[in-house]
T-cell receptor
Framework: KNQVEQSPQSLIILEGKNCTLQ??????????LRWYKQDTGRGPVSLTI?????NTKSNGRYTATLDADTKQSSLHITASQLSDSASYIC????????????FGTGTRLQVFP | NAGVTQTPKFQVLKTGQSMTLQCAQD?????MSWYRQDPGMGLRLIHY???????DQGEVPNGYNVSRSTTEDFPLRLLSAAPSQTSVYFC???????????FGPGTRLTVL
């Protein structure tokens, strides 16, 4: 079954600390993996998109890694800020005749001062 | 560019009522889609369209209709609202080098 599982479900950290969010997937055939940030009451916003051949991609303080062999990805947030409080969603694209996006349930991150 | 816009932002319906959720994009993308987001679940695809005049069903299409008369607009119609359709609805437009998805701000729908 094609699934995307994220951990932890929720996370609380202090401002300025680093954190890493995990994403494991069983989607096949794989096309790409995306990380989205979703602020409360808003739509998801793309952070990174990685294809099979890419194993790391950065967007400011956000760095995503991809291990296509173990089907794992991580999102590392450096020097967290209060504005990083949001849900982070991992999405894997399955590619057959048309692309199908498989969404994880997200990690809820709260950053406290 | 406004990106993807959705109206209304909030809506309360009674069981059996019908309504249309509006979605528009100004990025000239061919591919548009509708998702619903429920607590503890990932976003689920309701319907999608690969261009004007072409629509297809997603993962959870029952109880919803769509049409795509123009590239810009992709309305979602609830035929006869049910409490199970209480959810947050997101419209998305897909395009660019990596087929990036751009989501609208969402419509929070409550069916009593």
């Amino acid at each position: 079954k094609n699934q995307v599982e994220q951990s932890p479900q929720s996370l609380i950290i202090l401002e300025g600390k680093n954190c890493t969010l995990q994403c494991n997937y069983t989607v096949s055939p794989f096309s790409n993996l995306r990380w989205y940030k979703q602020d409360t009451g808003r739509g998801p916003v793309s952070l990174t998109i990685m294809t099979f051949s890419e194993n790391t991609k950065s967007n400011g303080r956000y760095t995503a890694t991809l291990d296509a062999d173990t089907k794992q990805s991580s999102l590392h947030i450096t020097a967290s800020q209060l504005s990083d409080s949001a849900s982070y969603i991992c999405v894997v694209t399955q590619s057959y005749n048309t692309d199908k996006l498989i969404f994880g349930t997200g990690t809820r991150l709260q950053v406290f001062p | 560019n406004a990106g993807v816009t959705q109206t209304p932002k909030f809506q309360v319906l009674k069981t059996g009522q019908s309504m249309t959720l509006q979605c528009a994009q100004d990025m000239n993308h061919e591919y548009m889609s509708w998702y619903r987001q429920d607590p503890g679940m990932g976003l689920r695809l309701i319907h999608y369209s690969v261009g004007a005049g072409i629509t297809d069903q997603g993962e959870v299409p029952n109880g919803y209709n769509v049409s795509r008369s123009t590239t810009e607009d992709f309305p979602l119609r609830l035929l006869s609202a049910a409490p199970s359709q209480t959810s947050v609805y997101f419209c998305a437009s897909t395009g660019g080098a990596y087929n990036e998805q751009f989501f609208g701000p969402g419509t929070r729908l409550t069916v009593l």
